[in-house]
């Protein structure tokens, strides 16, 4: 008999739980959609590249203590998903670790009349990164493109003549998912034009995984941001050409463009922004913004 | 006669009208979800591009090119089957060993404990067993095995196989206690020792349950999805050939379901890219339920009339 009730109260329970559970995320969804599309709301919603992911929140949370008024989220998720995010209405600032292209401006545009505003907010070099122990320290834009590219020749150390110290030949290429600002910028600086990367590298879902996993895997090659370097990695230097000097991913490289695989970090607003946007967007192209990015290892906007 | 008030009859009334409800609503959910996949993925399979032989049997998988998009998913197929196979192979022997274990051989006190843990195994969110795929697996592996790296199919293969060996446990062991214990009386009168039993008497007797329990553990492996993701390295590769072992269990590879929760997310809706993965959808949908109906007609005994 106190079974049977007790399974009915339980019954009970969960049925209500699951009651107020849709209540409620009928009602958050309703609030935050509100808070998108009203000005005088004090909320800005920012999301993309996961390359910018940790600077986007650094600068978020120096910008909250700063202004307590306004209410900064921060998502990743991949470049394309931030532009989606524009495209869709549901962000204020993609952010992206390439250029949006040209039929994604078109997008925006039909869909909402405004042309999509661009804001370099920093530069970020695209580290080549082994484990640590590997004797590699060099290679050429041509050799990384034959280790990527469709096609490519090259699928073992021995072919770049080297040996890893766990005697494994085989290269594991460590690649992102295809959604991703830095898989799109490394394929076209890479891999030959028209051609597609080579099938069977594992495709990881973050810049910081890449680097997490090549830190483990004495035989993988990878790459990801800069700012993502451990001790458990070893950047390569990369030189556009063989016989030409190869060039370590810092600071004073990228700025003088010496370093061949370095790109722009990109904001991107629906139209010219206004209002608590814009001031945001000042704010983060200040000194102190630009410091956030030098703290997280990237390499600030360069200023004209 | 019994009198019952007007108030009682009611809400009876009410009551069993809602259980229906109930009972009818899976149905009409698991029709609805059928008709939402098939309905995202249709524009691309009736637009005359969509050459289906080549989706099955071609490799490329490029779904984001823009110049040149492919879609071909036996790669993907291939990761799919060889993990749920070696799973299998892993899961089986196990949980069919412990069914044994927990219906024939334990103490009643043991059994409850040894219940409850299984149970307990089974309420593991997947994403969990994922972490412990990337993190300690990923290392046993290297270390244990001397791979080159360790996110490979024998890693979501024993992550896996941790997950279904609950399912096969309970329904394999309810296999057993339905076996009528006449037939285990007559074991005993005729003097049969216990493994004798097993293998003469309960294995032939539960095989349909049996089946079953190995059916439903099978279709668990081919629709998890974020473990899998975060154990095999997603990577396109085809982890069979003609060398011996032909499948090569240190290979890293991607399954069917693991592409669709990795790429879904960035795709535009209707796109070409976005219909594909749900003609994938489809394709899984149809291999679990031709896995589940096979399982059910087994349960059923249609098989042995």
Known sequence: ?304 | MLHRSKYKVLSEGIIECLIRVCGISAVVFVFAIFLFVFWQGKGLIFSGEFEFWKFLTTKEWYPASESNPRYGVSALIAGTVSVTVLAMVIAVPFGLGVALFISEFCSPKLKETLKIVIELLAAIPSVVWGFIGLTIMNQLIMKLFGAPIGLTVLNGAIILALMSVPIIVSIGEDALQAVPDSYREAGIGLGVTRWQMVYKVLLPAAKNGLLAAVLLGVGRAIGETMAVLMATGHAVHIPFNAEFPYLHGLDSVRTLTATIAAELGETARDSSHYQVLFIIGILLFTITFVVNLTADLIVKGVKGK
């Not at chain 1, 935050?32 to 709301?41: G, L, Q």
């Not at chain 1, 004090?42 to 600077?55: H, L, P, R």
């Not at chain 1, 495709?203 to 895997?217: C, F, P, R, Y």
Request: contains cysteine; aromatic residues 6%; glycine residues 10%.
């Open chain 1, 1 to 304: 008999m106190t079974q049977v009730s007790l399974l009915k109260t339980t019954g009970l329970a969960i049925l209500v739980s699951g009651l107020i559970t849709v209540g409620c995320g009928k009602q958050g969804s309703t609030v935050s959609s509100e808070a998108r599309s009203s000005e005088n709301k004090k909320e800005i919603q920012n999301a993309g590249s996961d390359t910018m992911v940790n600077i986007a929140q650094a600068w978020a949370e120096a910008y909250g203590k700063a202004n307590s008024t306004v209410d900064i989220s921060v998502a990743g998720g991949g470049s394309g998903t931030g532009i989606a995010a524009l495209i869709n209405g549901t962000t204020d600032i993609a952010n992206c670790s390439r250029a949006m292209k040209n039929i994604e401006k078109k997008k925006a545009k039909n869909t909402h009349g405004k042309d999509p505003q661009q804001y370099i907010m920093g530069l970020d070099a695209l580290a080549v990164y082994v484990h640590k122990d590997n004797p590699l320290n060099e290679i050429t834009i041509e050799q990384l493109g034959q280790i990527y590219g469709e096609d490519g020749s090259i699928t073992k150390w021995s072919q770049l003549g080297i040996k890893p110290n766990d005697g494994h030949d085989e290269i594991i290429r460590i690649s992102r998912q295809s959604n991703s600002g830095t898989y799109v910028y490394f394929k076209e600086t890479v891999v030959p034009k028209g051609k597609e990367f080579k099938l069977g590298s594992l495709d990881l879902h973050g810049s910081k995984d890449v680097v997490e996993i090549i830190g483990n895997t004495p035989s993988a090659i990878g790459y990801s941001g800069m700012g993502y370097a451990t001790d458990h990695v070893k950047m390569l230097k990369v030189s556009s050409k063989q016989g030409q000097v190869a060039y370590t991913p810092n600071i004073e490289n990228v700025v003088n463009k010496t370093y061949p695989i370095s790109r722009p970090l990109y904001m991107y607003t629906l139209g010219v922004p206004t209002g608590r946007v814009k001031t945001y967007i000042d704010w983060c192209l200040s000194d102190a913004g630009q410091k956030i990015i030098i703290d997280n290892g990237f390499i600030p906007a360069p200023k004209n």
